[in-house]
């Protein structure tokens, strides 16, 4: 299977953004730990090492402009509660199911729906010569759909052999099918294991 027919939209689902709030948090949470120890191992001076953990000249600037400091406090509280509620907000949304519009004219609009994709690619992936089973979904959205495919191969299959009549016939086919020239595909091979006999 070419590299272009597999996508980390196809993997799992989107989680870049989350990725990267993370390690920014992250970072900036090392950064300040390692800025805290630098201070209290005495590498920046054995004067720093001794001040407290707050600067007196900051406690007298706040203590001086009690006002701004409190507007200040609660305006970042409720940025960071915005941030909170947005970052949850996207973590636990539902995963994109596209519906193709093959024709888009006003007269005989044709839509291929999401399930009727993942059904007939499933049904396709399960006459593949050594597959017991398949399970497809279709997933990204409409003008990027993706495919996450899972085969269950019989014991003593040709992985090799499975994967080019995957490529070559399954997925070629669902691309011809759709009028679309790529579709991301991930693909997740389970071998099933014989039933195993009790001996008494």
Not at 32 to 50: H, K, M, N, P, T
């Amino acid at each position: 299977m070419s590299r272009k027919t597999i996508s980390s939209q196809a993997l799992a689902r989107s989680y870049g953004t989350e990725r990267t709030l993370t390690f920014l948090v992250g970072l900036i949470a090392v950064l300040g730990a390692a800025a805290v120890f630098a201070v209290s191992y005495g590498i920046l001076g054995e004067f720093r090492a001794r001040r407290s953990l707050v600067d007196p000249m900051a406690v007298d600037w706040l203590g001086g402009h009690a006002l701004a400091s409190r507007i200040g406090a609660i305006v970042l509280g409720v940025v960071l509660l915005v941030l909170g509620l947005w970052w949850l907000r996207r973590s636990l949304r539902t995963e994109g199911r596209p519906d193709l519009e093959l024709d888009r004219s006003d007269e005989h609009p044709l839509t291929v729906t999401s399930s009727a994709i993942a059904n007939a690619v499933q049904a396709d992936a399960e006459t593949v010569r050594g597959v017991s089973r398949a399970r497809a979904r279709a997933v990204g959205d409409s003008d990027n759909p993706a495919l996450r495919l899972t085969l269950w191969l019989r014991e003593g299959t040709d992985v090799r052999q499975v994967w080019d009549d995957l490529d070559t016939h399954v997925l070629a086919r669902a691309r011809e099918s759709l009028g679309i020239k790529t579709l991301p595909t991930a693909v997740r091979l389970e071998l099933e294991t014989g039933n195993r006999q009790r001996v008494s």
